[in-house]
């Protein structure tokens, strides 16, 4: 009986084994890179082909992602959005250690779909970010022509106070009411 147990148990472990060695073949695991970025999950390649997380590829490609769950469908769009700091009417990309108040001027195109909101954000060296300025589309200023529009921050005092890279962020939130996801980034170095 006990070697009739054994037997048994023996020829499950087997074929449990190989069919973990067989699925491991069928699909192998692969680093995305983008622009010398990684993507923080890993693709799959299955039959030649790559596989990659939407919502990742979207934030690495600083892009919004937009799920219509009606249609099973998945769009990404990359609008161009340019960003520049003004520090009264001079534009700068580094500063000294300190306070500092500054403009963002940007200017968006290539929207093609329609947004509830949008927002500015600095982060310093460590992670630690600040919101600069929020408009929603209940506001009467808000931005009509998706298309094309520009956009100016009001005066920003900000304290940098460590040497290393800020990052000036532009955030986006669908009309479809998802959350908002970075479409734009600017670095300042602070000396």
Not at 11 to 33: C, E, H, M, P
Not at 132 to 151: L, Q, R, V, Y
Not at 175 to 185: L, Y
Request: charged share 25%.
């Amino acid at each position: 009986m006990k070697l009739r147990k054994l037997l048994i148990l023996t020829v499950a472990l087997s074929l449990a084994g190989g069919s973990a060695i067989y699925a491991d073949t069928i699909a192998q695991k692969v680093r995305i890179v983008i622009n010398k970025q990684e993507l923080d999950d890993q693709g799959m390649l299955e039959d030649g082909k790559a596989y990659v997380g939407v919502r990742s590829l979207g934030d690495l490609m600083k892009a919004l992602v937009i799920w219509d769950d009606a249609a099973k469908k998945v769009s990404i769009v990359k609008p161009n959005v340019h960003m520049f700091l003004m520090d009264g009417s001079k534009p700068f990309g580094g500063v000294e250690r300190g306070k500092k108040s500054f403009k963002v001027f940007s200017q968006v195109d290539n929207l093609t779909v329609s947004i509830n909101a949008f927002k500015v954000t600095i982060a310093d060296p460590y992670g630690d970010e600040k919101e600069i300025e929020t408009h929603t589309s209940k506001e009467s200023d808000f931005p009509t022509d998706k298309d094309n529009f520009w956009f100016t921050s009001g005066e920003y005092a900000y304290n940098f106070s460590s040497v290393g890279k800020y990052t000036i962020r532009f955030w986006m939130k669908s009309a479809d009411g998802g959350a908002f996801q970075v479409v734009s980034e600017k670095t300042v170095f602070a000396k």
